[in-house]
């Protein structure tokens, strides 16, 4: 089981981050926009970053999911162990609600909200909410700032809902309304408000 990859940050997307380890093997490893938005800033200074990890091992193909906060393994891990929950939909549950709000929403019972995410029904939602609302314990933390917006927020955002399954064409109808309402919208914000909207 690999707990961790340290290492330079060699290229990052808001779905993915490649990782180059001293021993000059590079891990790429599958991420949330929470920890995309941290990682961000160790991209453009070049720094050396560790990215807490997640194995799942299938048949057809290793995947490694990264974590800049042991909080957000943690529900990662607790999300997938829900039945009807996979990896990927506990990827798209962390990216569009912050970890914290998340916690609070299971606790609280809201069904309404998890239905909101894409791939979320009713009966998957409950379960989460029996399964979970034990396990977690949310705190009043505030949630993470948005990533800094450059002049290719449009296409990365894009990219991300696109990585995440998103057929293009609606992706880039959603993203461009948001865009038209708020140009200056960030990274995250944008895939975030176009996750609840697709």
Do not use: N
């Not at 933390?141 to 998103?166: H, K, N, Q």
């Amino acid at each position: 089981m690999i707990e961790y990859v340290k290492g330079a940050l060699m290229e990052l997307t808001p779905t993915d981050a490649v990782v180059e380890t001293a021993g000059g093997v590079a891990y790429s490893l599958s991420i949330t926009l929470p920890t995309y938005t941290v990682l961000e800033e160790a991209l453009s200074a070049h720094a050396t970053v560790k990215l807490l990890c997640h194995e799942v091992i299938r048949e057809d193909a290793w995947l490694l999911y990264g974590f800049t906060e042991e909080r957000e393994r943690a529900l990662f891990r607790l999300l997938i162990g829900v039945s009807g929950v996979g990896a990927s939909t506990a990827r798209i549950m962390l990216s569009s609600i912050p970890v914290a709000e998340l916690e609070q929403v299971i606790v609280a019972g809201d069904t309404r909200r998890l239905k909101a995410v894409k791939g979320i029904g009713a009966k998957t939602a409950e379960r989460v909410i029996v399964d979970l609302k034990d396990k977690v314990h949310p705190s009043d933390d505030a949630t993470l700032p948005l990533a800094t917006a450059d002049s290719e927020v449009f296409e990365e955002a894009l990219a991300a809902l696109v990585m995440l399954g998103f057929p293009k064409p609606a992706s880039q109808k959603v993203l461009k309304k948001l865009f038209e309402a708020e140009p200056a919208i960030k990274v995250e914000s944008a895939i975030r408000k176009a996750l609840a909207m697709l």
